[in-house]
């Protein structure tokens, strides 16, 4: 945990790429403003020019960038680019929020043990898209979302922590989707709030918790973990 000379924790520097939404963009925003989140959103930069979450970004004075994925003729193109503007920033942690883009090895490994995707499933069940539906569709007992490590392999890198929903039986994708936003704007800020305080940590690709490895997700609501 890094103190100033005051002895407050120091706010851990944050790039936030979002595609859309910007949902848990928000509820980061909100934890930030209202339960001390000991974080700085430096920039969020979005790959889509109409994404909501930028909105969202400037009326929280947050600078709000634009990085079109569209009009770069490859993807190591674009991903140069986008890796430079969030190098700017200098960010210690990068956030994927709902960032709809598949990240090459190269771009990956430069952010490696420093960034964290949320994902709209129990993984390893569902990686890739449209969760909701395949989870209905499979008649799961349980959904969710999953806040994991990144790493090379899609969706595939360590999960710090899962929060579950009940699959009810009226249920379409859109409620599913609903119930399941709900709890990944409770986890996202808490995973990101460990990173920052130091509790969570990466050692050689294997997380640790409260420097302990930790070998299978925290499940929120179900732990003895202190918030
Ligand atoms: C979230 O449900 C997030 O889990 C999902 O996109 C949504 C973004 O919502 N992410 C993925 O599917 C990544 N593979 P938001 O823009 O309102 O935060």
Same mark, same amino acid.
């Given at each position: 945990? &890094?103190?100033?000379?005051?002895?407050?924790?120091?706010?851990?520097?944050?790039?936030?790429?979002?595609?859309?939404?910007?949902?848990?963009?928000?509820?980061?925003?909100?934890?930030?403003?209202?339960?001390?989140?000991?974080?700085?959103?430096?920039?969020?930069?979005?790959?889509?020019?109409?994404?909501?979450?930028?909105?969202?970004?400037?009326?929280?004075?947050?600078? %709000?960038?634009?990085?079109?994925?569209?009009?770069?003729?490859?993807?190591?193109?674009?991903?140069? %680019? !986008? @890796?430079?503007?969030?190098?700017?920033?200098?960010?210690?942690?990068?956030?994927?929020?709902?960032?709809?883009?598949? !990240?090459?090895?190269?771009?990956?490994?430069?952010?490696?043990?420093?960034?964290?995707?949320?994902?709209? &499933?129990?993984?390893?069940?569902?990686?890739?898209?449209?969760?909701? @539906?395949?989870?209905?569709?499979?008649?799961?007992?349980?959904?969710?979302? &999953?806040?994991?490590?990144?790493?090379?392999?899609?969706?595939?890198?360590?999960?710090?922590?899962?929060?579950?929903?009940?699959?009810?039986?009226?249920?379409?994708?859109?409620?599913?989707?609903?119930?399941? @936003?709900?709890?990944?704007?409770?986890?996202?800020? !808490?995973?990101?709030?460990?990173?920052?305080?130091?509790?969570?940590?990466?050692?050689?690709?294997?997380?640790?918790?409260? @420097?302990?490895?930790?070998?299978?997700?925290?499940?929120?609501?179900?732990?003895?973990?202190?918030?």
């Amino acid at each position: 945990m &890094s103190k100033t000379n005051r002895g407050s924790t120091a706010a851990l520097p944050v790039v936030v790429l979002i595609s859309g939404s910007g949902s848990n963009l928000q509820a980061i925003i909100d934890a930030i403003r209202d339960d001390g989140l000991p974080v700085e959103i430096r920039a969020v930069i979005s790959n889509r020019p109409e994404a909501y979450g930028l909105v969202r970004a400037r009326a929280a004075n947050i600078p %709000a960038e634009v990085i079109d994925h569209t009009t770069f003729s490859d993807r190591s193109e674009y991903e140069a %680019a !986008l @890796q430079q503007l969030i190098d700017q920033y200098a960010p210690a942690l990068v956030v994927l929020a709902g960032y709809m883009r598949i !990240l090459g090895t190269a771009f990956v490994k430069h952010y490696q043990g420093r960034m964290l995707n949320i994902h709209p &499933s129990l993984l390893p069940d569902f990686p890739g898209l449209n969760t909701h @539906q395949r989870a209905l569709d499979a008649a799961v007992a349980e959904h969710g979302a &999953s806040v994991h490590l990144v790493t090379s392999e899609l969706d595939g890198g360590p999960v710090i922590i899962q929060a579950t929903v009940p699959l009810l039986p009226d249920d379409d994708a859109t409620a599913l989707a609903q119930r399941v @936003q709900t709890q990944e704007h409770q986890i996202y800020p !808490l995973a990101i709030r460990w990173f920052a305080e130091g509790r969570l940590t990466v050692r050689a690709g294997e997380l640790l918790l409260d @420097q302990k490895p930790l070998h299978q997700p925290i499940y929120y609501g179900q732990t003895t973990v202190s918030p």
